[in-house]
T-cell receptor, first 111, second 118 residues
Framework: SQQGEEDPQALSIQEGENATMNCSYK?????LQWYRQNSGRGLVHLIL?????REKHSGRLRVTLDTSKKSSSLLITASRAADTASYFC???????????FGKGTMLLVSP | DAGVIQSPRHEVTEMGQEVTLRCKPI?????LFWYRQTMMRGLELLIY????????DSGMPEDRFSAKMPNASFSTLKIQPSEPRDSAVYFC????????????????FGPGTRLLVL
């Protein structure tokens, strides 16, 4: 079963706006990762945040992690039409074995 | 590097037929994962291998599904006999773990095989 749950399921914004996606998970984690999937393609790793980190940046991406609430958020600043894709969070369990993916947020960025 | 390679990219078959999906992981990676993606269930882990050995196949739906990894550069996922409910996109992913006890981190996904069972 999917442990991660993304919110919202779909998000539609204009170019230049910021997009925020949230993710919740259920068990103790070693790290949490965000992936992007363009239509008809495989998933591409975006960013990883470890359980002892609270915030991480990579370019226009900002990820936060709140282990007390078992939640994470992904912020994409100054969005572009090319950011249109589905975004998935994936939690790596404390046993360091597998990733558990959420069902994703579909982001549509209109020019 | 060519990335993870999967074949075929698309497969249309009739119920009852055998389907074989193939995957070539990134050279040097020692972990390989098979996932299935559907609209209803999202992305599900079917099985994963570490150093060519199956570690956890608890996600394999039933005995009709089997997976092998005869060497570090090749894996197959076989469905026999196939059923319409097996229609999905099947992804292969690979990663590298530096040593025992080290964390598996980033996974690299192939483009997927879109399977339609009629």
């Amino acid at each position: 079963s999917q442990q991660g749950e993304e919110d919202p399921q779909a998000l539609s914004i204009q170019e230049g706006e910021n997009a925020t996606m949230n993710c919740s998970y259920k068990t103790s984690i070693n790290n949490l990762q965000w992936y992007r999937q363009n239509s008809g393609r495989g998933l591409v790793h975006l960013i990883l945040i470890r359980s002892n980190e609270r915030e991480k940046h990579s370019g226009r991406l900002r990820v936060t992690l709140d282990t007390s609430k078992k939640s994470s958020s992904l912020l994409i600043t100054a969005s572009r039409a090319a950011d249109t894709a589905s975004y998935f969070c994936a939690s790596m369990n404390s046993g360091y074995s597998t990733l558990t993916f959420g069902k994703g947020t579909m982001l549509l960025v209109s020019p | 590097d060519a990335g993870v390679i999967q074949s075929p990219r698309h497969e249309v078959t009739e119920m009852g037929q055998e389907v074989t999906l193939r995957c070539k992981p990134i050279s040097g990676h020692n972990s390989l994962f098979w996932y299935r993606q559907t609209m209803m269930r999202g992305l599900e882990l079917l099985i994963y291998f570490n150093n060519n050995v199956p570690i956890d196949d608890s996600g394999m739906p039933e005995d009709r599904f089997s997976a092998k990894m005869p060497n570090a550069s090749f894996s197959t996922l076989k469905i026999q006999p196939s059923e319409p409910r097996d229609s999905a996109v099947y992804f292969c992913a690979s990663s590298f773990v530096p040593g025992q006890g080290a964390t598996r981190e980033t996974q690299y996904f192939g483009p997927g095989t879109r399977l339609l069972v009629l």
